[in-house]
């Protein structure tokens, strides 16, 4: 009988923030992306920043958790999701 590997920290850190919707990150539109996990920041009771950093700290552990596994096309869109975030939140 097998045990089960017990959760990574990261793993109960990524369900506990904010509530994106399944699927987000298998979206190949950055827009797309970055507006979900945007909606997931102003809406989110879990958050401890500004809806704009909570999100970006999305994005980013996002990227950091997929590490050299995360394929190069996945990580384009996803830098690409970052520049939406900061064009949605007028930050650029």
């Given amino acids: ?32 992306i970055a507006r979900a996990v945007k909606a997931a920041a102003e809406r989110g009771p879990h958050r401890r920043e500004r809806p704009y950093a909570s999100a970006m700290s999305y994005l980013c552990f996002y990227l950091n958790r997929g590490g050299r596994n995360l394929p190069a096309a996945r990580r384009r ?16």
């Fill in 77 to 92: 869109i996803v830098e690409r999701a970052k520049t939406e975030l900061r064009a949605l939140f007028k930050r650029e």
């Fill in 1 to 32: 009988m097998k045990t089960r590997k017990p959760l990574q920290w990261s793993a109960h850190v990524i369900s506990d923030s904010l509530k994106v919707p399944p699927g987000t990150f298998v979206s190949k539109d950055p827009r797309r």
